[in-house]
């Protein structure tokens, strides 16, 4: 898979996939991600990449021509199966929206900034729009290393167990159950019995019972989707 993400502060992004799991998935050649500066596709003498919004009104607006410039380099050098713009406006994140990105080969993430983009972007180029969740962020750059995170994980060979990913919270709707690891007491606190039996059939209702206690409990909107 390979993702071009735009954006005016593209350092801002870097480190995240220059560490631990997406760092490895890149040097395995499983994911490549390719930054894309805006300020490098502005035109007039100034490289000015923002305006004042016709009509008035507070804030600057990311103009259509770098953009579309930038954009359509890209557009011109292999085909994209998706364009994405980063704002609070758009769809919510959520797992099946990951597991669905995870599946093709080349996408464009777009980060907003300031007060947002020229509409005649969206129009030219965007084919889908993706927030984070219901609050604001400075720009899309952080958003779209939640993105790229949630989809890279998910291509083959990216974590070492494949199983991993299978049994995330929110791959079947429900959350964790809880999880342990030796000593089997600490401060009286004591790992529940069935995880010790070895008996494998107890362990996995057990741990199917608590997805379902704790999952009614904190997010009980999950099995109301389905
Ligand atoms: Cl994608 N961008 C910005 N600026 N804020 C957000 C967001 C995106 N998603 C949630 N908040």
Redesign the pocket.
Known sequence: MRIDIISVLPDLMRSPFETSILKRAMEKGLAEVHFHNVRDFATNKHRQIDDAPYGGGAGMVMMVEPLDLCISKLKSERHYDEIIY???D?ETLNQRIANKLSTVENLIFLC?HYKGIDQRVRDLHITKE????D??????EL?ACVLADSIIRLLPGVLNDEQSALTDSFQDDLLSYPIYTRPDVYKGLEVPKVLLSGNFQAIEDWQHDEAIRITTERRPDLFEKK
Do not use: N
């Open positions: 980063m704002t609070p758009g907003g993706i927030s984070i969740g609050y604001v962020l400075t720009g899309g958003a």
